[in-house]
């Protein structure tokens, strides 16, 4: 990369606190979860140019931070990063196991990864994305945002209307069993946590599951055979988010993986209910078809939303503040994202999906570096 002028004409001259740095760079990623160290991967393999990718806390902090207990619902085999393969071991990987790896990944190709950046503002000006953070701020001609589509817990409505008595807590401060006080839970969510989390708390606590629709259980193997063994050989786990399966898969809903929940129901340990909760007086929960559920304690399980407010960027974002992109790609020329559910296939939010989206992404990136290459412009900072 060739530096461009400590003061270029054409860019703003914004305010700055005093001793806060201002960096150029190439490409800055923003996040370095596995969609972001994915991208950088790429990006540093067949571009050329400068990155950095910026992180508000250390490598791997997200997953350390989730229930003691958590295994990946995909195996090994289907949990590495481009050019880098799992290591070996238990068939699904804890949460402690996937830290490691992450920071180990970087370590290895020797990403460049700088924490501590909490970005507080990214906006765009003649052409340059501007990123401010507590630490400095980055000037760049690329960006991608890989910041990731769970960064804020979500709460139904209904939280705020039970009753101050009633123990609430969302599956992401969630640690262990004691955290739930007394010896009854109710469980709201149809996904994997919720199933997981339900079949664990299920050891200590009368667990009752409220689930939107009935559960999709999918076996752990099927013939002796690892399910994501058949999903990928089938064509399934790679499926374009446009495929027929794919439209199948989002109508129907979260598949759970593992039978476990429905042993414990079966056998009368977990009560499993099916309703959406759009309701809630007292210590009631209501349910879509006009019925209550009582609940001393309830654990949501309800997922998160993105967190952008601090995308200023015309274009960028549709009405409720989700990314607007076609496979990844924004109409914001040189805005890219990553790590998005359904961005490109099914397996794309997954750590197994990263590495297609990130080559494309790569790829795209090259494409407009190329094409401004050509351009005439005696403006242009390259």
Known sequence: ???????????????LAAGVPV???????????QAGLGAAYWLGRITGLQIQVIEQNT?????LERWDSLRLFTPRRFSGLPGMRFPVG?????????????RGYAERFALPVETGHQVRRLWQSDGLFYARTDLAEFRARYVVVAAGPFSRPYLPPASALLDHGVF???????????DIPGDEVVVVGGGNSAAQLAVELARTHR???????????????????????WLYLTGTLNARASSPVSRYVRHRGDSIIGTELRREVQSGRVRLITGRVTGAGGQDLTLSDGSHVQAQNVLWCTGYRPEL??????GALDARGEPVHQRGASPVTGLHWMGLPWQSRLNSSIIDGVDRDAHATAKRVRALERRSSSAPSVDRIS
């Open 90 to 102: 238990a068939d699904f990987p804890d949460k402690r196991e996937v830290a490691d790896y992450l």
């Open 168 to 178: 609430q807590l969302h599956s992401a401060a969630y640690g262990r069993p004691s």
């Open 1 to 15: 990369m060739s530096q461009p002028p400590e003061h270029p004409l054409d860019a703003p001259a914004p305010t």
């Open 23 to 33: 960096r150029w760079v190439d490409v800055l990623i923003i996040g370095a979860g």
């Open 59 to 63: 490598v791997g902090n997200g997953w």
């Open 309 to 314: 407010a601090w995308i200023d960027l015309a």
């Open 207 to 229: 667990v009752t599951v409220i689930n939107p629709r009935p559960p999709w259980y999918l076996p752990v193997t099927m013939l002796g055979v690892d399910l994501y063994w």
